[in-house]
């Protein structure tokens, strides 16, 4: 009996323990990324996006990743309610081009995500690739929220895969966000996207700009950094214009945001454009209704 209690006692205060790590490592989190809003003021001020945005790309050994700090126009109260519910989850990445699918199970550690990964343009669901993200809220405050995806395999040889988000409240009607995106290639995946670069995305580029050539104009970033920086972007954008669509009635917010995200990606052309902008609209709006036939079924 007393080894009962003593156990039960040495597990109440492990619990307290790690609760008082959590809570100090969410508010020097917070304390970090309010830092840097401030260390990027004239970035945000000052730059290509016309906009409070800032993006930086790495590349280490195999793996790669795009970096977004922004400010959105939102409450951190809208902001939070919004991301903090898988469901949710799958209403923004569905937007991308490459997403096909989307449905979001279980709950608390227990949540997931299952996507399914495909070619930008109409195709059916077995011809996509299945993607499964481990989703986590790693801190939930009044002052700092952060989320994390994770999936151990991609399409391709490709693995590691990480979205991470993280906000702070800036004043009553702005929060600063912090995402990041990023994932590791094996040679299948290095091959592939060799052909690609070399092909297909030949006269692609990302945003970050890495010279000037003979007339003074600027080069950007191409290959694998070019390319973790265009999704970056495109998930970035996703959030956005999903938080942008929050206030309308609910039968309006998936159309306002299929076509907010292509109106935003369509302000980067040289980097984003794939699809115009009916043809996006057509092929969004039957995933949608798949999607929603697929999760019916299931239910």
């Known amino acids: 009996m007393r080894f009962l209690k003593l156990l039960s006692a040495v597990r109440a205060l492990l619990s307290?323990?790690?609760?008082?790590?959590?809570?100090?490592?969410?508010?020097?989190?917070?304390?970090a990324l309010r830092a840097r809003h401030e260390a990027l003021q004239g970035e945000l001020a000052d730059n290509a996006f016309q906009r409070p945005l800032v993006l930086e790309s790495s590349r280490e050994?195999?793996?790669?990743?795009?970096?977004?700090?922004?400010?959105?126009?939102?409450?951190?109260?809208?902001?939070?309610?919004?991301?903090?519910?898988?469901?949710?989850?799958?209403?923004i990445l569905i937007l991308h081009l490459n997403v096909k699918y989307c449905r979001a199970r279980g709950a608390g550690a227990d949540s997931a995500l299952d996507l399914a990964l495909g070619r930008k343009f109409d195709q059916p669901l077995e011809q996509a690739y299945p993607l499964a993200f481990d989703w986590r809220v790693t801190a939930d405050r009044a002052d700092y929220q952060?989320?994390?995806?994770?999936a151990e395999s991609g399409p391709l040889?490709?693995?590691?895969?990480?979205?991470?988000?993280?906000?702070?409240?800036?004043d009553a009607g702005s929060t600063f966000v912090h995402m990041s995106y990023a994932y590791r290639y094996g040679l299948a995946a290095r091959l592939a996207l060799r052909g690609y670069l070399a092909t297909l995305a030949r006269d692609k580029i990302g945003f970050t700009v890495v010279g000037r050539d003979d007339e003074g104009e600027p080069v950007h970033v191409g290959g694998l950094r070019g390319v973790v920086e265009r999704n970056a972007m495109r998930y970035f954008l996703a959030?956005?214009?999903?938080?942008?669509?929050?206030?309308?009635p609910a039968g309006q917010q998936a159309e306002r945001r299929l076509e907010g995200w292509i109106d935003a990606v369509e302000r980067?052309?040289?980097?984003?454009?794939?699809?115009?902008?009916?043809?996006?609209?057509?092929m969004k709006r039957k995933e949608l209704e798949r999607q929603q036939s697929v999760l019916q079924r299931a239910d």
């Not at 040889?157 to 990480?162: H, M, W």
């Not at 959030?239 to 309308?248: E, M, P, R």
């Open 239 to 248: 959030i956005d214009v999903y938080l942008d669509a929050t206030g309308l």
């Open 61 to 91: 050994g195999d793996r790669v990743r795009g970096d977004i700090h922004a400010v959105l126009p939102h409450s951190f109260g809208v902001v939070a309610a919004a991301l903090r519910d898988s469901a949710h989850w799958c209403d």
């Open 268 to 282: 980067y052309p040289r980097q984003l454009h794939e699809l115009t902008r009916e043809d996006y609209l057509v």
């Open 16 to 31: 307290l323990s790690a609760l008082v790590v959590t809570v100090a490592a969410s508010a020097q989190d917070g304390a």
């Open 146 to 150: 952060a989320l994390l995806l994770l």
């Open 157 to 170: 040889g490709t693995s590691d895969y990480r979205i991470a988000v993280e906000t702070v409240p800036l």
